[in-house]
């Protein structure tokens, strides 16, 4: 797998989503309480509204602040949309279009997809001419270093952690903060346009690894440490002229970025406004009803479920809507390191006693989400679900009480389960399912930026969590060890593995696997690995979601993109019409 050319790469993820993703629409063969809807198309050829014009103000509505903005810590999908779309650049960057094309990557900062040598050991990229950040002082290759060396701190914790694991001669380096930098066995800085990485071992698919945030540049005299998030330096179209977290930000136009650099991000709005201060609920009122200003809105929040039926039985508000495959593994986590779920066959028993069709039921059904059967989603099993457990959606709990007695729990056992003020309906079906298995669950509710803050500490963390995973680019190199490898856990900060899942028989088929050149016997691999896990059951399954999003009728060049996890792309969103 660590062997694939750009071209293979591409052609291999073309072909995986053709068969999981429509280029334009998603739909779903079950049948719901959902207006007789199976499923959703969006409108035209998967772009609403056509070409936007220049100028105007765009308003997203959201409900809560974005967790973090600092793009070494940035590893949250809405929120890397926000960052790499809007305020930084990165080596390379994903197109902006709908479906496979989308999946397919274009230089950024960068002249070229990056220069493999030593059998893909070593990656090497030159920056292209004349690029500034917002204050117009220029950006150097060694900015992106130090964005990477950033990656390692501690005291920014939380965001995606290739290099921690790719570069070579790193394994003891603490990052930046306190004066130390990386030398030269693990990334060169020749000049001021070249920037050397050394791997540990041979990533074929490096180009695409340099599409993350940690990727981005940070001018080492503009470092704040954890306040970075406030206010990064934009490397970008856009620059934050006003951010009151929690309430509002405002994002102007960065006049020192050159769009004869930059083929993805269009920039077609003056200003964007994000307003944090809504509810779910009444987000979805006013992009229904389509007044004023909200004319030139979309939603930054899922369109909660209460609302689908008001807007699948209206042809207007549904020509609005955007709904595709997230490409995401929603799942039930569980506390590997926590009694009683450090028994495998109690993990198991939770495998049935969950109710799969009312937890999808709860977040709207069929038109939104399909069942999840395994941990990989479709867009990575090649198009086509695995069913691993042969389950019935509904759940078996007479075979989870006979597991759970057998694991020593005859009469099941008390629990608790923190979610985020949004998700407390869907943990009701969820304790719903898992009391007919005499299995008592405590909900707690918190707000959406404190829940991995509460699940990434061992010990904050309780029982169960509902929570998920987006792969950084369609492959199960960034799905699978992302989450269930051991040996990256953390007692605080803890990201990607919540469920502290350490197997030793996993940690070593994660290497195995991670050494094959064959494109083909990796893919195998990773299948026949999902399956193991799936036996060892660190979390259940849920749904696949799909992303629910409505915008304005004034506009205009609003897709789900399929890296953003069916998030709206802001490369290239603007609106119909200026007055």
Request: with cysteine.
């Amino acid at each position: 797998m660590n062997r694939r050319t750009h071209a293979a790469l591409a052609a291999a993820i073309a072909a995986s989503l053709s068969l999981g993703l429509g280029a334009c629409s998603s739909t779903s063969d079950n049948s719901g309480d959902n207006g007789g809807e199976k499923g959703v198309t969006t409108q035209g050829n998967g772009i609403i509204g056509g070409t936007p014009v220049k100028g105007g103000t765009l308003t997203i509505l959201s409900n809560q602040d974005f967790d973090q903005l600092d793009p070494a810590r940035n590893w949250t999908m809405p929120v890397m949309d926000v960052g790499v779309r809007m305020l930084y650049r990165t080596l390379t960057t994903f197109k902006a279009a709908p479906g496979a094309e989308g999946l397919k990557i274009e230089p950024d900062l960068a002249t070229d997809l990056g220069t493999p040598s030593d059998g893909a050991k070593t990656w090497t990229f030159h920056l292209k001419d004349g690029l500034k950040y917002e204050d117009g002082t220029p950006i150097v290759a060694d900015d992106i270093k130090y964005n990477v060396e950033r990656s390692f701190s501690a005291e920014l914790a939380g965001g995606p952690d290739y290099a921690v694991r790719y570069l070579a001669g790193a394994d003891n380096y603490k990052g930046p903060l306190g004066g130390e930098r990386l030398g030269k066995d693990s990334i060169e800085v020749p000049d001021a346009k070249t920037i050397v990485f050394h791997l540990k071992r041979p990533v074929a698919e490096f180009g695409y690894t340099v599409t993350l945030p940690t990727f981005a540049p940070v001018p080492k005299a503009k470092e704040t440490g954890a306040n970075y998030s406030n206010h990064p330096v934009s490397s970008g179209p856009y620059k934050i002229e006003s951010y009151d977290r929690g309430k509002r930000m405002v994002l102007v136009r960065n006049t020192n970025w050159d769009p004869a650099s930059d083929t993805v991000r269009k920039a077609y709005p003056d200003k964007i406004v994000v307003d944090q201060t809504l509810k779910s609920g009444g987000i979805g009122d006013r992009l229904i009803a389509d007044q004023g200003e909200d004319k030139n809105a979309i939603s930054y929040v899922d369109l909660l479920p209460a609302k689908i039926s008001e807007v699948l039985t209206n042809p207007d508000v549904k020509a609005r809507l955007i709904s595709e495959n997230a490409g995401c593994t929603t799942m039930l986590d569980m506390n590997n390191s926590k009694a009683p779920f450090d028994n495998p066959k109690v993990r198991q028993a939770l495998q049935f006693a969950v109710d799969k069709e009312s937890f999808a039921a709860s977040m709207g059904g069929p038109a939104f989400n399909d069942i999840a059967t395994t941990y990989l989603p479709p867009v990575l099993t090649a198009g086509a679900p695995v069913d691993h457990f042969m389950i019935k959606p509904a759940g078996d709990p007479e075979k989870a009480k006979q597991l759970l007695a057998e694991a020593g729990f005859p009469n099941g056992f008390d629990t608790e389960m923190v979610t985020s003020t949004g998700g407390k309906q869907q943990a009701e079906a969820l304790q719903a399912a898992l009391k007919r298995a005499n299995i008592n669950v405590t909900i707690t509710t918190v707000d959406p930026t404190a829940v991995n803050s509460i699940v990434g500490d061992k010990d904050k963390q309780p029982g169960l969590a509902q929570l998920g995973w987006c792969p950084d680019y369609p492959s199960a190199a960034t799905f699978l060890p992302m989450i269930y490898d051991g040996r990256l856990i953390r007692d605080k900060g803890n990201n990607g593995n919540m469920t502290r899942f350490n197997d030793a028989e996993t940690n070593a088929e994660l290497d195995r696997i991670a050494g094959l050149s064959d494109l083909q016997k990796a893919n195998a691999a990773w299948l026949e690995l999902d399956s193991k896990i799936m036996d060892k059951s660190p979390a259940v399954p849920l749904v696949w979601a799909k992303k629910p999003l409505l915008v304005g009728s004034n506009v205009a060049g609003a897709f789900a993109h399929p890296v953003w996890a069916g998030q709206i792309d802001y490369a290239v969103i603007g609106l119909k019409s200026v007055k």
